[in-house]
């Protein structure tokens, strides 16, 4: 599954995911970029000189090449794709205009490679010099020896303009080739760039972690510690109860009790009392916490 078909969300794993994808997409983009132009190379060997090679081999040539170009246009498909998410979100992103330029113009002058070659592939001259080389191939050197001195300078003519034309976009693939290595020496610093940034926020996310791990140890020993207490307050309570019991209240029991005992008793409500506005802080703050 593509990672363009998640639910888009804001959380930081899923910013981390869409630019190595971005990053690595691109990357695959360029080796098939490459692979596709040594294939396109080969394919016009074999064309101008199928006597060097089988045909088996041309067939193989020509439908490699023409599986190549059309992955390599689903590739460009995924990246615009994933372009149009990151420029909607530049800032969380840590990209800014130029870098999404950049990409833009990489996806734009590969998308005109692709387009060249696919052209170069399906022109009439270029059919009908393979249809001329499988012909010859067929009928054999006897056979080519009986065609007339017309014909022949007619093919030998669409040879020659054939070859000045594949030179020439040999010749542009080439320069166009040098651009493309240029830029992706340019992407290759910002890549360095953006891994650094993701390196960051990675141990920030840790760090954050570590912290509420802690905070959740913390307050796992202040519950034990509050239930410790509550249940000695309860224990207190209990032997208290049992001693005034018997009492109309315990207003006129402390009246009958002797002077130390009263003074105890007064005590301890009080830090029975202590305790019920610890306890219901407590909670607030563990509300507050969850």
Known sequence: MSI????????APFFILLLLYLFVLKLEVQKAVNTAQGLFQRWTELLQDPSTATREEID?????????????EWDLEDLDETISI???NPRKFNLDATELSIRKTFITSTRQVVRDMKDQMSASSVQALAERKNRQALLGDSGGQNWSTGTTDKYGRLDRELQLANSHF???QQAQQQLIVEQQDEQLELVSGSIGVLKNMSQRIGGELEEQAVMLDD????LE???SRLDNVMKKLAK???????QKNI????RNLPLEFSLFLSDFLRQVLNMQNWLGFSLESTEAFG
């Open 60 to 72: 193989w040539t020509t439908n490699e090449l023409r599986n190549n170009l059309r992955s390599i």
């Open 170 to 172: 040999i010749e542009e």
């Open 225 to 227: 510690s509050t239930q």
């Open 86 to 88: 990151v420029e909607a």
């Open 4 to 11: 363009l078909k998640l639910k888009y969300s804001c959380k």
């Open 219 to 222: 307050f796992s020993h202040e």
């Open 251 to 254: 207003l006129e029991g402390e």
């Open 240 to 246: 208290v109860s049992h001693m005034t019991s018997g």
